[in-house]
């Protein structure tokens, strides 16, 4: 199984990114995803999750509003439209599968995840 983020970069406050994770080596429309991110020195975090059919998803208060995530299980590819970045949106984001195959909720917590791409940098200047 390998996840691989791509789409981070350096941006003003105020500004967009779209992020993408590209997933293979599983059934990609069987399981729900989520985006997780890790700033310096602090720990993992929740941003926001969805469900294997895209119907139902989950948003740290933090992101609400500003974030959407969305997926295409044709092209197995997870997306994060980021919007209204702010400096504290700074860190390195990743996405993730949860652990269970057709599993009912959508989850937010890490430990709910079993496979995980190796992130991708956001930088957000002020």
């Known amino acids: 199984v390998q996840l691989q983020a791509s789409g981070g970069g350096l941006v003003q406050a105020g500004g967009s990114l779209r992020l993408s994770c590209l997933v293979s080596?599983?059934?990609?429309?069987?399981?729900?995803m989520g985006w997780f991110r890790q700033a310096p020195g602090k720990e993992r975090e929740f941003v926001s999750a969805i469900s294997r059919g895209g119907g139902r998803t989950n948003y740290a208060d933090s992101v609400k509003g500003r974030f959407t995530i969305s997926r295409d299980n044709d092209k197995k590819t997870l997306y994060l439209q980021m919007d209204s970045l702010k400096p504290d949106d700074t860190a390195a984001y990743y996405c993730?599968?949860?652990?269970?195959?057709?599993?009912?909720?959508?989850?937010?917590?890490?430990?709910?995840?079993?496979?995980w791409g190796p992130g991708t940098l956001v930088t957000v200047s002020s």
């Open positions: 080596g599983y059934t990609f429309s069987l399981y729900n």
């Open positions: 993730a599968a949860d652990r269970a195959i057709l599993s009912a909720a959508v989850a937010t917590t890490a430990l709910d995840y079993e496979y």
